[in-house]
């Protein structure tokens, strides 16, 4: 028999874990600059997401070693023996994979700033109108107030950067780039689901190892063979265990707290952690425009964990109702 049991954590746990692994994400470009720009950027996507596959693996069987997963059962169980809908696992693969693709496409396109600025700032949009479509729970005016406010200061950050290309203005870049958006918020709504049926690390084992398969063919046709170097490898290295793997990991278990659209939006914690880390490791100069954004990023944060806490207040007060 499948297993339908749901996991849940407190909302506080849930913010904490998100913000975290947002963190981590913000230090996917410093470390690129550090040492990825003699790989194609299609090409460390998709080795980061093959990285982060061997990750998992490697993670359930630690797991199954000490773990609840210790049992009978074969180490790595199957979707349905989990109780998960195997369509579920492809979209969500599909949904991170398309990102990592999209995005790369489109910023080659549009320029980082504005390719950026489209990505983070459609993504919590996507999200919380199709949780309001498709999952019809609508979220309240409060959260919709602190996104767009936390969406607002992010693209104020991106933009503060300067595209100066007219390449910025590329309308199959912008699409690509909202398509990343979209396809990040479908990943983070069905991803909630699947890691309220089973473990994050066999959920995310499965679904990276799907992106994985789905990348490197078209990285192989968009940028022909990869040529990797020393730095490269050890640039995707970081990025799988670190950035796709300790982070996705627990962005999955903060998931099990809070609402998707919510995991969605304290993601833009990410251009924080970057322009720190521009500040102290690179030794960036950031415009006012910058310091801006940043405050209206955090404002925006707050109202938005206010929201979170009160519908998770509510829906405490309603299940206790006989």
Excluded at 37 to 53: D, E, M, R
Excluded at 146 to 153: K, L, M
Aim: net charge positive; aromatic share 8%; charged share 5%.
């Amino acid at each position: 028999m499948a297993n339908t049991k749901i996991h849940t954590i407190s909302p506080a746990l849930g913010i904490t874990l998100v913000s975290i692994a947002a963190v981590f994400w913000g230090t996917t470009g410093t470390a690129q600059s550090l040492g990825g720009g003699s790989l194609s950027p299609y090409w460390l996507g998709a080795a980061q997401l093959v990285v982060s596959a061997g990750f998992y693996a490697a993670l359930c069987w630690v797991l199954a070693q000490r773990g609840p997963l210790r049992s009978r059962r074969p180490l790595l169980p199957t979707p349905s023996q989990l109780g998960m809908d195997l369509r579920h696992v492809a979209l969500a693969a599909v949904g991170i994979g398309g990102y990592s693709i999209c995005f790369y496409a489109g910023v080659k396109l549009t320029g980082v700033a504005v390719g950026t600025a489209v990505a983070i700032g459609s993504s919590p949009i996507w999200a919380g109108l199709m949780q309001a479509i498709f999952l019809r729970t609508p979220l309240s005016a409060l959260w919709w107030c602190g996104t767009a406010v936390s969406i607002a200061g992010g693209v104020a950050m991106a933009l503060s950067k300067g595209s100066g290309a007219a390449s910025s203005l590329s309308v199959p870049g912008l699409l690509l780039c909202l398509l990343a958006g979209l396809s990040y918020a479908a990943y983070a709504l069905i991803n909630k689901r699947l890691v309220a049926r089973a473990s994050p690390a066999l959920v995310n084992f499965y679904v990276f190892s799907g992106a994985a398969l789905f990348a490197v063919p078209v990285a192989f046709a968009l940028a022909g063979v990869p040529r990797f170097t020393a730095s490269s490898l050890l640039v995707a290295l970081y990025l799988g265990v670190v950035v796709s793997g300790v982070a996705h990991a627990l962005f999955s278990s903060g998931l099990r707290g809070i609402s998707g659209p919510t995991g969605v939006t304290l993601s833009l914690i990410e251009p924080v952690a970057a322009f720190v880390l521009a500040i102290w490791v690179v030794g960036e100069h950031q415009a006012l425009q910058s310091w801006v954004g940043l405050a209206l990023v955090m404002v925006g944060l707050l109202v938005v964990v206010r929201a979170e806490l009160q519908a998770s207040r509510r829906e405490r007060l309603q299940a206790a109702v006989p």
